[in-house]
């Protein structure tokens, strides 16, 4: 089936470093890419799409400067959490989906990163 | 996920059936999903059902759609231990020509042996 991967699993860092976080589809190509953000108990929020070979798209209220996003080819999206503070310790997960048609895709979904900033 | 609404929690006795209940609000959505995440881990798509749909099942699940209330269930037969997690239903929107998941908050099933 179906395999995204997230790397790392984890990660700790100092606040004001910037954390990059990459997302990859290991058996299929994805021109699109999504990023959520999920705190505790609670539900996924969409950040941003991540589109191959142009800019991405952000939800409203997403600083797009504080998480910038490359999607460098089809099996890869990058995530960068830059100058991170504590308020952006999160559990950050990615998705693609499987085919590329509209509203029939699958959407598989990477096992996630926990940022802890200090 | 304010769009897309569960109750938080659910408790059953091993081997009971477990109904999780989801309304949503976009009624042009197209498909709706089940998914399961367990503890520190990503999401697990479990299920997903076309809006033209009623009913759709696959083994131990059935997912049941009131398209009329907007109303989704998932129901899973001889529930196990294992089914313990936290479930999420979500539905299908085409905004600004994207192409979008959007989640409800989420019903923990716990399971009692």
């Known amino acids: 089936g179906a395999v995204v991967s997230q790397h790392p699993s984890w990660v700790i860092c100092k606040s004001g470093t910037s954390v990059k976080i990459e997302c990859r589809s290991l058996d299929f190509q994805a021109t699109t890419m999504f990023w959520y953000r999920q705190f505790p108990k609670q539900s996924l929020m969409l950040m941003a799409t991540s589109n191959e070979g142009s800019k991405a798209t952000y939800e409203q209220g997403v600083e797009k400067d504080k998480f910038l996003i490359n999607h460098a080819s089809l099996t890869l999206s990058t995530l960068t959490v830059t100058s991170a503070h504590p308020e952006d310790s999160s559990f950050y997960i990615c998705s693609a989906p499987r085919l590329q048609g509209v509203s029939t895709d699958t959407q598989y979904f990477g096992p996630g990163t926990r940022l802890t900033v200090l | 996920g304010e769009d897309v609404e569960q109750s938080l929690f659910l408790s059953v006795r091993e081997g009971d059936s477990s109904v999780i209940n989801c309304t949503y609000t976009?009624?042009?959505?197209?498909?709706l999903y089940w998914y399961k995440q367990e503890p520190g881990a990503g999401l697990q798509l479990l299920t997903y059902?076309?809006?033209?749909?009623d009913m759709k099942q696959d083994q131990r699940l059935t997912v049941l759609l009131n398209k009329k209330d907007k109303h989704l269930s998932l129901r899973i037969a001889d529930t196990q231990t294992g089914d313990s997690a936290i479930y999420f239903c979500a539905e299908s929107r085409i905004e600004d020509s994207s192409y979008k998941l959007i989640f409800g908050s989420g019903t923990r099933l716990l399971v009692r042996p």
């Open positions: 976009d009624s042009s959505s197209t498909y």
């Open positions: 059902i076309f809006s033209n749909m």
